[in-house]
């Protein structure tokens, strides 16, 4: 295949205006100027905190050909194509420039609050099951046929995801997992991709820093389930936005819930510390299945994995295997070995129904057990969430508040905003605001039955304060606070 993408082709996907030579050859594409290299486009994107066409002269000198700009300044030295917001451009020149490699995967895109990185990595081993070579793009990790990519957000920015999409295309990949996020939807990431199947989760409050409203946070989930973005929608209608999205949109649907009346669901759970296992019923077919991942929540992210695949073409013979092989997911609802019979699991719930569902989900696993809870709420983030995460963490027997990661704020502000909501709940309350300190007396107070839930960073390696990031692994520290004791 010819790799030469001519700016003429860029400029006819995103509607801008040439600006010296037309048949210019473009190869690569970054709206960052320290990672241009010889035969790329730059795309000048003005954001929060710089504008990229400082930084043209800089691009150039790395070697790009051509820019994209807003406004082509004096004395440029290549060709432009000038388009009216160059971040909604970025996502069709980068598409057009790596040859539509969306086009040529079977892309299975995955939102919501909760639940997108489970059901990412419940199709990753569905797809190694089924003999297919799989890539995975998400907040936990990036793969391209089982080897590690780096990222540096959820969904990349329009110019590394399709980047990344035709390595994948490149290496191989027949299916893709997504985790497309709000922000990658509102901020045009994922403009001009096109997805086999877009994959509804849930929504539940969080990112209203950046959405302002609820109703806003919907849209921009929503703008995933339209003719233009995907053939189809996989939607958990048991959530009260996914059923109004099923209402909604016009692609269609394959709904997925806990009982009948779904086209997927499940019947006869059985869950325990290690597990969950349940009869998958669909396509009047009946298929027990024993997934090793703890929580009725991964029971519905099992579910909607097993649809994303049934409708992207996948058998049930390689769809049941994959469940019933998947590993576990860092960071999520996962168990960590302290030593001794305490039983500690780390989880990155970090919205109010997320603490919530994980607590309850905990508690159906305990048995007369205690519940002891150890959460916090970001700094510089939603502070309306932080009562709410209070309110939630108080559904525990013991809520041990402490930071999660403050950045510029005080944690004890912080802490102070997530007491508000505590109430009346029946927890016992107890506040640390050092998040060592935090974990080492959840620990101390977890007897045998009891089980400790780390709550709010999950995978995540690092605690971030205003001027620095300190290494700091949930797990890790578990399991030094225990056998510290």
């Known amino acids: 295949m010819d790799d030469r993408v001519t700016l003429a082709e860029v400029a006819a996907r995103t509607g801008g205006d ?64 000038v388009v009216p917001d160059t971040r909604r451009a970025m996502g069709p020149a980068a598409a057009t420039v790596y040859r539509d490699p969306a086009a040529q995967l079977t892309l299975i895109g995955i939102t919501g ?83 086999s199947v877009a994959a509804f989760t849930n929504l539940t409050q969080d990112h209203l820093d950046f959405h302002g409203t609820m109703e806003e946070y919907y849209r921009a989930k929503a703008s995933l389930f339209v003719e233009e973005r995907a053939d189809r929608a996989v939607i958990w209608t048991e959530d009260p936005a996914g059923r109004r999205l099923a209402g909604e949109t016009a692609l269609p649907v394959t709904t997925v819930g806990s009982g009948p009346g779904h086209d997927v ?91 919530g569902a994980v607590i309850r989900a905990a508690r159906d696993l305990v048995g007369r057990g205690r519940i002891i809870v150890v959460v916090g709420a970001g700094g510089d983030r939603d502070k309306v969430k932080r009562p709410l995460m209070g309110q939630a963490a108080a559904e525990a027997d013991v809520a041990i508040i402490t930071s999660d990661n403050p950045r510029s704020e005080e944690p004890e502000a ?46 995540e390696q690092g605690q971030e304060f205003a001027d620095e990031v300190i290494p700091f692994d949930d797990r890790r520290v578990a399991r030094e606070e225990a056998f510290d004791r």
């Open 18 to 81: 040439i600006v010296g030579d037309p048949t210019t050859p473009v190869i690569g594409v970054s709206h960052d100027s320290r990672t241009v290299a010889p035969g790329w486009l730059f795309v000048a994107v003005r954001g929060g905190r710089a504008d990229g066409h400082r930084f043209i002269d800089r691009a150039v000198a790395a070697g790009a050909t051509a820019v994209c700009v807003e406004e082509a300044p004096p004395g440029l030295s290549v060709p432009a194509v």
């Open 113 to 195: 609050t909760n639940g997108k990185t489970t059901v990412a990595h419940l199709l990753e081993s569905i797809a190694a099951a089924a003999g297919l070579a799989s890539g995975l793009l998400g907040t936990v990790a990036a793969r391209i046929d089982g080897k590690e990519a780096a990222i540096e957000r959820t969904t990349p920015e329009a110019t590394d995801f399709q980047r990344l999409l035709r390595a994948m295309v490149n290496a191989g990949v027949e299916l893709a997992a997504v985790e497309v996020s709000s922000h990658a939807l509102s901020l045009s990431r994922v403009d001009a991709t096109r997805f």
């Open 265 to 355: 669901w499940a019947e006869n759970l059985r869950l325990d510390l290690r597990g969950s296992a349940f009869t998958l019923i669909a396509d009047d077919s009946r298929f027990p299945v024993r997934v090793p991942l703890a929580g009725s929540f991964n029971v519905a992210n099992a579910l909607i994995a097993a649809a994303c695949a049934t409708v992207a073409g996948i058998s049930w013979e390689a769809i049941t295997a994959g469940l019933e092989s998947v590993h576990q997911v860092p960071g999520r609802f996962e168990f960590v070995d302290v030593g001794g019979d305490k039983d500690v699991v780390v989880d990155y719930a970090h919205t109010p129904d997320g603490v």
């Open 414 to 459: 912080i802490i102070a905003d997530v007491l508000t909501g505590v109430g009346g709940g029946a927890a016992r309350i107890v506040t640390e605001s050092d998040r060592r300190t935090a974990i080492g007396v959840a620990i101390a107070e977890a007897t045998s039955g009891d089980l400790v839930l780390i709550l709010g960073k999950g995978h």
